[in-house]
T-cell receptor, first 112, second 112 residues
Framework: KQEVTQIPAALSVPEGENLVLNCSFTDSAIYNLQWFRQDPGKGLTSLLL?????REQTSGRLNASLDKSSGRSTLYIAASQPGDSATYLC???????????FGTGTRLTVIP | DTGVSQDPRHKITKRGQNVTFRCDPISEHNRLYWYRQTLGQGPEFLTYFQNEAQLEKSRLLSDRFSAERPKGSFSTLEIQRTEQGDSAMYLC??????????FGPGTRLTVL
């Protein structure tokens, strides 16, 4: 069974800092990995999708990496802003499956 | 592209009542997914459709849960004889597989 773990569960940083969020998964036979952002009480916003053949994806201040063999992904946020405060979720699609398996998320607070 | 929409956004019901939620996917997307999210957890997959065919429903939580997608457009999720444990956020997502899943704002269900 695929398990996805995100550490830490919560993180507070001062504005302007660069930060890294971690995601690990137990079954390396994945099709792709997605990072999402969720604001309190809201739906999920897709940030980045990495196919299993890719090593990283970038969008603006965000960079996601994937090391499939070790079952790890990181989301790097540069020059954090208070508006980045949210819960960040990673999720994988297993090879041969169709749905996303989610971690429990990292709640990020960026302090002005 | 107006994104994925869900209706209602909030539903309060009494235990034992039936409830139905609607999801309108992004128009050109052929896949539609339903997930459930409880407080502090990542979303949990329930079922998905490819066009009008429901290809995976073994993850529906019990036989009180059912979903339809007539004509391959909008979808409904029905919960019969609601229980307090059904209180959660119900999320819908759509995709043009194997691309990114885009999520709606969710329907928050409270069962009294």
């Amino acid at each position: 069974k695929q398990e996805v773990t995100q550490i830490p569960a919560a993180l507070s940083v001062p504005e302007g800092e660069n930060l890294v969020l971690n995601c690990s998964f137990t079954d390396s036979a994945i099709y792709n990995l997605q990072w999402f952002r969720q604001d309190p009480g809201k739906g999920l916003t897709s940030l980045l999708l990495i196919q299993s053949s890719q090593r990283e994806q970038t969008s603006g201040r965000l960079n996601a990496s994937l090391d499939k063999s070790s079952g790890r992904s990181t989301l790097y946020i540069a020059a954090s802003q208070p508006g980045d405060s949210a819960t960040y979720l990673c999720a994988v699609v297993k090879t041969g499956a169709n749905n996303l398996f989610f971690g429990t998320g990292t709640r990020l607070t960026v302090i002005p | 592209d107006t994104g994925v929409s869900q209706d209602p956004r909030h539903k309060i019901t009494k235990r034992g009542q039936n409830v139905t939620f609607r999801c309108d996917p992004i128009s050109e997307h052929n896949r539609l997914y339903w997930y459930r999210q409880t407080l502090g957890q990542g979303p949990e997959f329930l079922t998905y459709f490819q066009n009008e065919a429901q290809l995976e429903k073994s993850r529906l939580l019990s036989d009180r849960f059912s979903a339809e997608r007539p004509k391959g457009s909008f979808s409904t999720l029905e919960i019969q004889r609601t229980e307090q444990g059904d209180s959660a956020m119900y999320l819908c997502a759509s995709s043009l597989f194997p691309d990114t899943q885009y999520f709606g704002p969710g329907t928050r269900l409270t069962v009294l």
